[in-house]
């Protein structure tokens, strides 16, 4: 029976076969993409590429990709959903394009050499056409060629096979490939448009061929591109005959590890069953977020928000296992364990994850007890509603200012003999939530990797402030971090004192010299070894591939950088640093626009 790391190495060695380079995954914290917080797809990192820039290891690729999705956080605890998972993919940015892909993926899933599937427990789906594009009767008729009979086809709309990672972006029609769940043999005519439930996608190819702008205009890029994805976990989840992801070898150990510190053993009662999944998924979330090379910590604002409630809920079903002390390590030293192969970065980073958790659970646990405090506080009024009834504003006011989980207060109202309000409760949440939401709908605004000609001023204006700062301030200098929105660039780099006024002034002055002196922007592609040698800047942290991308900004300066940027440094107007301040121990943030 294949295993999860077993199938990782297959695709990866399988496209690596086709000359496709194998390039490595990123990390889960996307480097200047102010509009969304995690990597939430294998694709997401290759936006810039599939809009036209081109890769520094070539046009075929293959990687495998941490994603963490925390979309639907409350749907966690039955057998499929997850908020980390991993995806295979690869890519053709401008080179092969539907004959190969398909051929290549049937081969991968059937041939003896590989996964061996059975073909009869194969099927398809394509695109059926609409206004945007015309049905996809080319990759029907591809699939028709290597031997899918046409009954295993389904042409389903847009909603199915038309595929985007955020309201604007690269797009295309794409086809599915799944796998038969159900009993014995798939019946004749049995497709995931006749039997939608007894097939389960594996595969994801999409035909990236569009660009869309806005809402109303599609345009066409300027390569045909492939973009596949395989969610790892969940294709593990079928090739092993299992029903749920949990069952695998990918989660069992988590799962052991939290039996040992809980005393329950799973598969004992349903209820406590979800609680062992929630546990198990979101520890192994915080797990690889806190152990990214760019890892966050738990806090009170976007993704160490994500992360703080993730461990919380963690704790909570961990008490409604019984357990009351810190537990959380044990479970996440097992994950360090069995991830540590193709993520290094958790062992390397195994110290802070361990001690990150155990902090966070302590404060959590110290908030539960202040909540519980509070509530014996209100406990007199309460008692004194001959209803018995806790007013929902009241629950709903010990969640919001103590974090205090409405379930703990239900339980304590009804260790009283009293029930909360839960109706009023859910009103106020959701009026809290809307409130965030529209927050969070701002975040994705720009839609994903945002290339507008005012970001790619910020990019190359990032690099003159980087070499600026250095030659001012001394080579310790180095970049901590960089945030760009159309409005403004964030910068954090290593430097232990607040800046003076002169060395602002010099810092500004530097910079708007060498746009005044409008300097070519040029890029190279070189091996990694020589961008070293030349001096370019690297960025902390990161991991790259053998070839990188150079960008050289006159004699002024060298990065490595992914792009993109302005031809000239006259195109850039005017620079000035609006604010300098503290960002952590060590490391000092600006902001600063372009005018
Ligand atoms: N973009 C597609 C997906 O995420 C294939 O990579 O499913």
Known sequence: MITSHELRSKYIEFFKSKDHAEISGKSLIPENDPTVLFTTAGMHPLVPYLLGEPHPAGKRLTDYQKCVRTGDIDEVGDAAHLTCFEMLGNWSLGDYFKKESIAWSYEFLTSPRWLALDPRLISVTVFAGDENAPRDEESAAIWKSIGMPEDRIAYLPASDNWWAAGPTGPCGPDTEIFYWVGEGLPPPGSNKGTDPKRWMEI??????????????????????????????????????????????????????????????????????????????????????????????????????YVLRRLIRRAVRHGRKLGVAEPFLTKPAAVVIENFKG??????????????????????????????????????????????????????????????????????????????????????????????????????????????????????????????????????????????????????????????????????????????????????????????????????????????????????????????????????????????????????RRIYAVLE
Request: proline share 4%; hydrophobic share 35%; with cysteine.
């Open 203 to 304: 595969w994801n190819n999409v035909f990236m061929e569009y660009n869309r702008i806005d809402e109303k205009t599609l345009v066409k890029l300027p390569a045909q591109n492939v973009d596949t994805g395989m969610g790892l976990e969940r294709t593990t989840t079928v090739l092993q005959g299992k029903t749920s992801v949990y069952e695998t070898e990918i989660f069992r150990p988590i799962i052991a590890a939290i039996e040992a510190v809980s005393g329950y053993a799973y598969g004992s009662d349903a209820e406590r069953d979800r609680s062992v999944r929630i546990i198990a998924d979101h520890v192994r979330s915080a797990t690889f977020i806190l152990g990214d090379p760019k890892g966050v910590l738990p806090s009170n604002v976007g993704a160490g």
């Open 342 to 587: 193709p993520y290094p970065e958790l062992e390397d980073n195994r110290a802070k994850i361990l001690e990150a958790l155990e902090a966070e659970e302590r404060k959590f646990l110290e908030t539960l007890e202040k909540g519980e405090h509070e509530f014996e506080k209100m406990l007199p009024n309460l008692l004194k509603n001959p209803d018995r009834v806790m007013s929902g504003r009241l629950a709903f006011k010990l969640y919001d200012t103590y974090g205090f989980p409405i379930e703990l207060t239900e339980e304590l109202a009804s260790e009283q003999g009293m029930r909360v309000n839960r109706e009023e409760y859910e009103a106020a949440f959701k009026k809290h939530q809307e409130l965030s939401r529209a927050g969070a709908d701002q975040l994705f605004k720009g839609g994903l990797a945002d290339h507008s000609e005012v970001s790619t001023k910020y990019h190359t204006a990032t690099h003159l402030l980087h070499e600026a700062l250095k030659r001012v301030l001394g080579p310790h200098v180095a970049q901590k971090g960089s945030n760009i929105t159309t409005e403004r660039l964030r910068f954090d780099f290593a430097h232990g004192a607040p800046m003076t006024k002169e060395e602002l002034a010099q810092v500004e002055a530097l910079v708007n010299e060498q746009i005044a002196r409008d300097l070519p922007v040029t890029m190279t592609i070189m091996k990694l070894e020589e961008a070293k040698a030349v001096g370019a800047r690297a960025l902390f942290g990161e991991k790259y591939e053998e070839n990188v991308k150079v960008y050289t900004i006159g004699d002024f300066s060298k990065e490595v950088c992914g792009g993109p940027h302005v031809e000239r440094t006259g195109l850039l107007g005017t620079f000035r640093i609006q604010k300098e301040q503290s960002s952590s121990a060590g490391v």
